[in-house]
């Protein structure tokens, strides 16, 4: 009977040693520390954004010419009114010199004629008297009244003359004032087509061309971005925005949701999307920020403060989590109840506790649930 016992416990522990000799060493992982924090809803674009100038304009001129003076440079700032490009029109500086002259001599003549109306109305008034006392005939009361009246038509005559040659040198103008481009709001010029000597031609309808000037309003800015439109029914105007920027890496800048477009663009037909408008609150001031910069934007549409979350990048299909058990030193599933999420953070709601380690690299070979793992220092 000893010899049995004693046999059975040599290949118990031959095969203990056989074991603990071929078993597979720990695997070293990564792991993260299970803590609370903020977990944000967002909806953010698809494609990247654009920031954009409230006020651009593409100035054409009105009618052809030939390019005179250049009266700004590409970068200059300019002020609501001031000249920016003049055609050659010495001929209709001619033509206004000639209307205003036209117009002086219609006002003069106009005077006279109405002078004369008041004396022979003067002169009607006079026989009137006279004729009352009998002291006039009937014939020169008749002859005195026709030439007022005569008088008056003339001078109705000159005026209608002199408001004609008004007019004139009114529309001179207009057609001499339309040969200069001037800007239509303050703002810097961004590009100028066009060089003193070369001929420009007005855009004709449906056919775009380079514009004589463009304008642009740097003062007022904001993103326009593409969200895809599964997200769209859930965007609000004045939901809170978080802006970033290519040009500006490791920064962001808040924003507001300003605009929702009221119609989904097919210009991609596998992913359609909504544009959005948002606009900066407040306007950086330590980045100077430049139209058609890329752009993108995070729509937050709900936030959790203090709530117990772990990297999105840490959960398994199904929501689940490989936690670390320090007594057995293995991994072991767990199934997680989530909440908020987004591709940072996910809120738990149920099947972890505060101080829980789990596994952060994922994509770690031979990390799975049951096997002996040694924490990374």
């Not at 954009?52 to 250049?70: E, F, I, T, W, Y």
């Not at 002199?162 to 810097?188: C, H, M, T, W, Y």
């Not at 987004?342 to 690299?361: H, K």
Request: proline share 6%; glycine share 6%; net charge negative.
């Amino acid at each position: 009977m000893k010899k049995l016992f004693w046999g059975l416990f040599t290949l118990g522990l031959i095969a203990t040693a056989f074991y603990l000799l071929n078993r597979p060493d720990p695997v070293q992982v990564e792991l993260t520390t299970v803590s609370t924090g903020t977990v944000e809803q967002i909806a953010a674009n698809s494609r990247a954004g654009t920031i954009k100038a409230c006020r651009r304009s593409r100035l054409s001129m009105p009618q052809g010419g030939r390019v005179d003076r250049l009266l700004v440079d590409e970068g200059d700032r300019v002020e609501q009114g001031q000249p920016l490009l003049e055609l050659w029109s010495d001929d209709l500086r001619a033509r206004t010199a000639e209307a205003a002259a036209v117009l002086n001599a219609r006002s003069i003549q106009a005077q006279s004629a109405c002078d004369t109306a008041e004396l022979a109305q003067r002169e009607s008034r006079r026989a009137e008297s006279l004729a009352r006392n009998q002291l006039a005939s009937e014939e020169l009361l008749d002859q005195r009244q026709t030439e007022a009246r005569r008088a008056r038509l003339a001078c109705a005559e000159a005026k209608a003359m002199r408001d004609q040659a008004e007019a004139s040198l009114q529309l001179n103008q207009v057609l001499l004032d339309d040969r200069i481009l001037k800007a239509p709001f303050d703002g810097i010029v961004a590009e100028i087509n066009g060089e003193v000597g070369e001929y420009v031609t007005p855009s004709p309808p449906g056919v775009p061309t380079p514009p004589a000037v463009d304008l642009i309003d740097d003062t007022c800015l904001y993103v326009r971005a593409p969200i895809d439109e599964v997200e769209a029914s859930r965007l609000v105007v004045g939901q809170p925005v978080r802006i970033t920027l290519d040009a500006f890496r490791g920064q962001s800048f808040p924003g507001e949701l300003q605009r929702i477009a009221p119609f989904v663009s097919e210009q991609e037909k596998q992913a359609r999307t909504v544009d959005v408008d948002v606009r900066f609150t407040p306007p950086p001031e330590s980045a100077h920020l430049l139209v058609g910069y890329s752009a993108d934007v995070e729509v937050i549409i709900e936030r959790q403060e203090n709530t117990l979350r772990v990297p999105t990048e840490t959960l398994l299909q199904g929501n689940q989590v490989l936690r670390y058990d320090p007594d057995s030193e293995t991994l072991e599933a767990v199934d997680l109840t989530t909440g908020l999420g987004n591709w940072t953070w996910t809120q738990v709601l149920d099947g972890l506790s505060e101080g829980d380690r789990i596994l952060q690299a994922l994509d770690t070979e031979g990390a799975e649930a049951g096997a002996r793992v040694v924490p990374a220092p």
